[in-house]
């Protein structure tokens, strides 16, 4: 079964991913209970800080986050704001007209106490989300492209940014991204920056999609690829019982126990890394621990 065909089961947000200011995203996420950003934030922060312990002073760390939407992984990892809070806060603080929303952004991120120095990378096929991302100061280099499509290919510009990411994440993202945008992202991830470790990703799949292809992708381009064992994180409740019926279905005829998971009304994701082989146990190790 392909991605595509899976997602007819899945609830479809595609309008709301593309506002100018991220208002009707995060209300209608709010609204079914979305939270894999706030549950895979301390799994992704946890990498990054790994990453910055071995590598010390030797790489600066860039972060590139697949299918960012308005900057949510950067708000999370570098901001230290959760998704709870940037909701709370667009919902009752936030400005409706573009340029008051993106400063009052950035105003409140700039007043976040746990800031840190990493560089924050965005790619979505949302421009849009990108724009108000870069303007809001959420991310340093945005690449707004859907490289799903056979035809879209990276820019120079973008690949220069994706050549100087040695630390990739995904949240809620895959499934609308598949190996096709991998095979052109991870040949180049990475590749410019030195350090002692590099080239991690942390991503999250939910249980309905078969990870297969993303390994293959994985592999092909000589990263090790993994779960971190019994980790299982929320996304959201489901839409309707359509969406409920539909993807319990799907998960039985594959063989999936839902109790205790899926049963209780939540897709639920399960957590992937992706290394340089020699580097696995590293990352493996930490994120095992939490
Ligand atoms: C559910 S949101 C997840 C956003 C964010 N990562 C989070 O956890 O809150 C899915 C994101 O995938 C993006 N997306 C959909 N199709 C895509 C594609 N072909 N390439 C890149 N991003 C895509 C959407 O624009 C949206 O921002």
């Known amino acids: 079964m392909t991605y595509e065909d899976v997602n007819e089961v899945k609830a ?27 549950q895979a934030r301390p799994y992704c922060a946890e990498g990054a800080k790994l990453m910055r312990e071995i590598n010390g002073d030797s790489a600066p760390l860039q972060m590139l986050d697949v299918g960012c939407s308005y900057g949510i992984g950067a708000a999370g990892v570098k901001f230290g704001r959760t998704f709870a809070e940037m909701t709370r806060f667009v919902k009752d603080d936030l400005p409706q007209g573009y340029d008051d929303a993106s400063n009052t952004m950035r105003e409140w991120l700039n007043g976040s106490r746990t800031a840190s120095t990493i560089h924050c990378v965005g790619m979505d096929s949302s421009a849009p989300a990108i724009k108000f991302a870069i303007d809001a100061g959420l991310l340093d280099g945005g690449i707004p492209r859907d490289l799903e499509d056979a035809d879209c290919t990276l820019t120079e510009e973008d690949l220069q940014l994706v050549r100087t990411s040695n630390y990739m994440i995904s949240t809620g993202a895959i499934g609308y991204v598949t190996e096709t945008t991998l095979n052109k992202l991870l040949p180049e991830l990475g590749t410019q920056i030195n350090g002692k470790v590099g080239r991690w990703c942390v991503v999250t799949i939910l249980r309905m999609f078969d990870t297969e292809p993303v390994r293959e992708s994985f592999e092909r381009h000589g990263f090790k690829f993994g779960q971190i064992p019994g980790v299982f994180l929320r996304q959201r409740r489901f839409a309707d019982d359509e969406e409920r019926n539909g993807v319990l279905e799907m998960l039985h005829e594959r063989g999936f126990d839902t109790t205790g998971y899926e049963d209780d009304g939540h897709h639920y994701a399960n957590l992937y890394i992706a290394t340089p082989p020699d580097q696995y146990h590293l990352l493996e190790k930490r994120l095992s621990e939490m």
């Open 12 to 38: 479809n947000f595609d309008n709301v991913y593309t506002a100018p200011t991220p208002h009707s995203y995060l209300k209608l996420m709010t609204h079914h209970g979305y939270e894999i950003s706030d």
